[in-house]
């Protein structure tokens, strides 16, 4: 049995297309047929997680100028040719081009599953690697802003756009969502990076001491002011100063820095000197400063003037399809970092991970992550019974709750059918690509629950 795996078939001949999908569609593969190879290189690009099933011999585009198109697209996508007893020849020199394999028709339904199955894992394993390389990348810039789904994608967009700029950002977000790692990304994607960059939470500070960490003192200030203290402010001068939980920062306090926002200079507490600072200002709160009620006591003027460029970090239950590869990411830095070796995945680390809200967001993940790689994770029912609506729908809003009880429901029917397709969507009553469609969003794995001694 094979995981759903999306599968491009193409062929010419629209009675043995038909034939060729059923079979393909049995095995459990989302397939998506053409009788045009020029209509299926539209839907062809890099992120194309699945794999390609063509016919040679097809008139206007034939199976190895359509090899050579898909290659110049992504020369990691694999291709199975299929072809004629006479083409054997041409398909074998298609392989030396760049083909994953060919079948000769006539052939068994098995092979071809098998053929495809073998295909599908190699792409699974080519895009895990090739995005663990780009978080590799990030994470040599000090920046594990990791994701795929698009509003991640959108953000790193933004974030490369304005970057090189002295435009002053306020991030909100959740706690836990990595808006320090967004405004050190700030920092050193722009031509500030060689200047410090400093970090202050507001909120950690008592406010008797968060003038002069900000602004600096002279020796002899105030008591216990024995030297000369350069603030943050200052100490962040041609470079940039991040600002967290900035709700948190007391009115007085607001007063000061909305001068040194709109003059650029700064006055040390004990000293009439005004200093010019060459500074640039990424603030993050955990609330909607926009919000009158959510603001409370924090000044709107100060909020407009830090508002020039808004960015929000989307907490991770807004992008679960990230969570996988986030986890593999922290699970691989924790074993390096602990010396283990990553533990293999249990069906309850697996149901846990695509479950779990992570209230935490990214924080809670990258700690779970190291407690899975050291072994401390309490024990999961591999196989827990069903839950009955009042227990799975607890928590969250009614389309959250909802969501989570047609998950137990699908992951319930596929084990009490082993994984077969097709008595779980006869048992369900829904259409097959409605069920393909709930297996995606979910995050469900159909081959976890096929029956193990199947040959």
């Not at 290659?71 to 760049?98: C, N, S």
């Not at 339904?109 to 053929?115: E, H, K, M």
């Not at 002899?220 to 402010?233: E, L, N, S, W, Y």
């Amino acid at each position: 049995m094979t995981s759903h795996i999306p599968v491009i078939l193409i062929d010419d001949d629209r009675d043995l297309l038909k034939a060729t999908a059923q079979t393909l569609q049995l095995a459990g593969f989302a397939v998506r047929p053409f009788a045009s190879p020029l209509d299926a290189l539209q839907t062809i690009d890099r992120d194309f997680s699945g794999v390609v099933v063509s016919d040679i011999r097809m008139p206007r585009l034939d199976g190895l100028q359509l090899l050579a198109r898909i290659r110049a697209i992504d020369a990691d996508l694999p291709v199975i040719l299929v072809t004629g007893h006479g083409d054997i020849p041409m398909a074998v020199g298609a392989i030396r081009d760049g083909a994953y394999d060919f079948l000769a028709k006539p052939f068994a339904a098995d092979r071809l599953v098998q053929c495809v199955g073998r295909a599908g894992e190699k792409r699974s394993l080519v895009l895990d690697n090739r995005r663990l390389r780009e978080a590799q990348l990030t994470e040599e810039e000090g920046l594990p802003l990791i994701g795929q789904t698009p509003v991640m994608q959108r953000l790193r967009h933004t974030l490369r756009q304005i970057a090189d700029t002295d435009v002053d950002v306020l991030l909100t977000g959740e706690t836990g969502t990595g808006k320090e790692v967004v405004a050190s990304l700030l920092h050193r994607w722009s031509r500030r990076a060689k200047g410090h960059f400093v970090a202050l939470n507001c909120g950690a500070l008592p406010e008797q001491i968060m003038e002069s960490e900000l602004f600096g003192h002279e020796q002899g200030a105030f008591t216990g002011a024995q030297k000369r203290r350069v603030g943050r402010i200052e100490h962040s001068s041609g470079g940039t100063l991040f600002l967290d939980e900035i709700e948190s920062m007391p009115p007085g306090t607001q007063v000061q820095m909305l001068r040194v926002l709109e003059m650029r200079e700064v006055t040390p507490l004990g000293t009439n000197e005004v200093r010019p600072v060459d500074i640039r200002v990424v603030a993050a709160a955990k609330v909607d400063l926009g919000d009158p009620a959510e603001r409370r006591d924090f000044r709107e003027d100060l909020y407009y003037r830090l508002n020039v460029v808004s960015l929000f970090i989307p907490p991770l239950r807004e992008r679960r399809e990230d969570v996988p590869l986030l986890f593999r990411y922290f699970t691989q830095r924790a074993a390096t970092r602990f010396r283990r070796t990553v533990p293999d995945l249990t069906s309850a680390v697996t149901r846990h991970l695509s479950m779990h809200d992570w209230p935490g967001n990214v924080r809670e993940l990258s700690h779970f992550a190291e407690r899975f790689v050291l072994g401390l994770e309490p024990a999961q029912e591999e196989d827990p019974p069903a839950l009955p609506v009042s227990v799975a729908a607890e928590g969250g809003t009614l389309p959250d709750r909802l969501a989570r009880l047609e998950a137990d429901i699908i992951r319930q029917t596929l084990k009490d059918h082993g994984g077969d397709v097709r008595r779980s969507i006869e048992a369900l009553g829904i259409p097959r690509k409605t069920f393909y469609d709930k297996l995606q969003r979910h995050g469900i794995v159909r081959g976890t629950f096929a029956d193990r001694d199947e040959g």
